[in-house]
């Protein structure tokens, strides 16, 4: 279908600022980060929950800051382990404010949004374990986020999808814990040079362009010899077994489009339950920072509060 007329505001105004695609010049992330920076802000009026607390848990290069969002009533609750997304390079907690807030409260579920390592300072396979350790924490000590450690999912956006798809086969591979659900959201699970058509047909002008995933692959990446290690690219993985159900949800008009679809298909292939999700005519960010530009945005949220509430369910079993 068309381009979404939220969408197309969207695009219309990046292309003004220069969002989203790749400067002439190559930037660094400490460049990239204060342009993010600049042209995203903090909503005032943010769904409301029973609290949020920042803290930290103690990673395995040092403490990783965590922020914990808690739904109104006693608990412990079951547990949602999110991944901001920002191509490993930029990005942060806050970005994901409204949808974690909502997620939290529509689920009655304690989410841990995970401010993980980032590259080129921290390269591969630093985000990974970060995010693996959270999971692995969570397990751990549950009583430190108020949560039910039978009862585990994790979920991102972009490179934070990429890096749930990461934990999961980390937890499956590395002895745990057994998760629920993963949420994977415009997932990062492929090359830019793999040949898919969604990396040819929305290339740029769409708010995520291929120049940008482009430049992200030289920052994050150790070498050429990590684009073969699933933990980087999951769609590398020989087996998808024993892994947890997933939620996929995509954007038709996004250069990630197709390997999310793969992805689920692969994951189908191995056994695997998946529910695939293309929103049409809507861009890269729809579920997290661009959420309160897109009225279809909810749809989506609701769609893995749903999703959560189903997979806590059968843990109750």
């Not at 939290?104 to 980032?118: E, I, K, P």
């Not at 999971?135 to 430190?144: D, G, I, L, T």
């Not at 990630?256 to 339950?273: C, Q, S, W």
Request: one cysteine or more; charged letters at 25%; a negative charge.
């Amino acid at each position: 279908m068309p381009l979404h007329p939220e969408a197309q505001a969207i695009v219309s105004r990046a292309a003004i600022q220069g969002q989203g695609e790749a400067p002439a010049t190559q930037p660094s992330a400490a460049e990239m980060r204060e342009q993010f920076r600049q042209v995203w802000s903090m909503p005032d009026d943010l769904p409301s929950v029973g609290g949020v607390v920042d803290t930290v848990f103690p990673g395995p290069a040092g403490e990783v800051p965590i922020r914990v969002y808690t739904p109104e009533g006693e608990g412990p609750f079951p547990v949602f382990v999110w991944f901001h997304g920002g191509g490993w390079t930029i990005g942060s907690l806050d970005e994901n404010e409204v949808s974690c807030r909502t997620v939290c409260a529509g689920a009655n579920v304690v989410v841990v949004s995970v401010d993980y390592r980032l590259a080129p300072e921290n390269p591969y396979p630093a985000a990974a374990d970060d995010c693996y350790a959270a999971v692995r924490w969570v397990h751990e000590n549950p009583e430190a986020v108020n949560a039910d450690p039978s009862r585990i999912a994790v979920g991102g956006e972009s490179a934070g999808g990429n890096l749930a798809a990461v934990a999961a086969l980390m937890a499956r591979d590395l002895g745990g814990p057994r998760l629920a659900l993963q949420v994977l959201v415009s997932p990062v699970l492929g090359h830019p040079d793999d040949g898919r058509a969604s990396y040819r047909d929305c290339s740029e002008g769409y708010f995520l362009s291929k120049a940008s995933m482009d430049w992200f692959f030289t920052t994050y990446p150790r070498d050429a010899r990590d684009l073969e290690d699933p933990y980087l690219l999951p769609l590398r993985a020989k087996d998808l077994s024993g892994l947890p159900p997933a939620v996929v949800l995509g954007a038709e008009y996004d250069v990630l489009r197709d390997e999310g679809e793969d992805y689920a298909e692969a994951l189908r292939a191995a056994g695997v339950p998946v529910d695939l999700v293309r929103y049409e005519g809507l861009i890269h960010g729809f579920f997290g920072l661009l959420s309160r530009e897109l009225s279809d945005s909810a749809k989506a949220h609701r769609r893995v509060i749903d999703a959560l509430r189903a997979a806590y369910a059968k843990g109750d079993r």
